[in-house]
T-cell receptor, first 112, second 115 residues
Framework: RKEVEQDPGPFNVPEGATVAFNCTYS??????FFWYRQDCRKEPKLLMS???SGNEDGRFTAQLNRASQYISLLIRDSKLSDSATYLC?????????????FGQGTTLQVKP | DVKVTQSSRYLVKRTGEKVFLECVQD?????MFWYRQDPGLGLRLIYF???????EKGDIPEGYSVSREKKERFSLILESASTNQTSMYLC??????????????FGDGTRLSIL
């Protein structure tokens, strides 16, 4: 089983739609969770951290479910510019080495 | 803003050459990482370093080595380049703050082709 699993998609949605991605992780000791965005042929960029109580940043909402070991990302009112690959990221252990595990990503295509 | 700079965006080398990829960060981060990214395989960790002169193997260290002589600089070395090392190489850094893992910040990446 992969440490971080995501549905690769692609998710094809019209502009203005609401779309949600889930990600599961295998290490119950994981403490830090992030969503990154990666545009085609570019580097990954931090989109948002995911906090235990859930958090929102504009049109983006991230949630964590520790019992079921998954995190989610909800995008409301999708824009064409949201088209990208979204990477789910989890810290790999509790040793504070800074090591993170990246999912393979979910591709989103927002259509006019 | 954190700035992670990789020395080259595109690089073409020949099989058997020794290849150096350089990465510099300007935020005094303790942790630095080298990944490669290939279609369908995602990001794979090659080596990382949590302090000067310290290095740890990642998931795919074979054929690579690293050097961290100064805090801001982390070099990836392909000892004898092979065609299966053609890939996108990404450097990242993060601060070490006790008690939590911080997000990593990436450089622009180096597209390396081995002919």
């Amino acid at each position: 089983r992969k440490e971080v699993e995501q549905d690769p998609g692609p998710f094809n949605v019209p502009e203005g739609a609401t779309v949600a991605f889930n990600c599961t992780y295998s290490n119950s000791a994981s403490q830090s969770f992030f969503w990154y965005r990666q545009d085609c042929r570019k580097e990954p960029k931090l989109l948002m951290s995911v906090y235990s109580s859930g958090n929102e940043d504009g049109r983006f909402t991230a949630q964590l479910n520790r019992a079921s070991q998954y995190i989610s990302l909800l995008i409301r009112d999708s824009k064409l510019s949201d088209s990208a690959t979204y990477l789910c990221v989890v810290n790999s252990d509790s040793s504070n080495t800074g090591k993170l595990i990246f999912g393979q990503g979910t591709t989103l295509q927002v259509k006019p | 803003d954190v700035k992670v700079t990789q020395s080259s965006r595109y690089l073409v080398k020949r099989t058997g050459e020794k290849v150096f990829l350089e990465c510099v960060q300007d935020m005094d981060h303790e942790n630095m990482f080298w990944y490669r990214q290939d279609p369908g395989l995602g990001l794979r960790l090659i080596y990382f370093s949590y302090d000067v002169k310290m290095k740890e193997k990642g998931d795919i260290p074979e054929g690579y080595s690293v050097s961290r002589e100064k805090k801001e600089r982390f070099s990836l070395i392909l000892e004898s380049a092979s065609t299966n090392q053609t890939s996108m190489y990404l450097c990242a850094s993060s601060p070490h703050r006790g008690g939590s893992n911080q997000p990593q910040h990436f450089g622009d990446g180096t597209r390396l082709s081995i002919l």
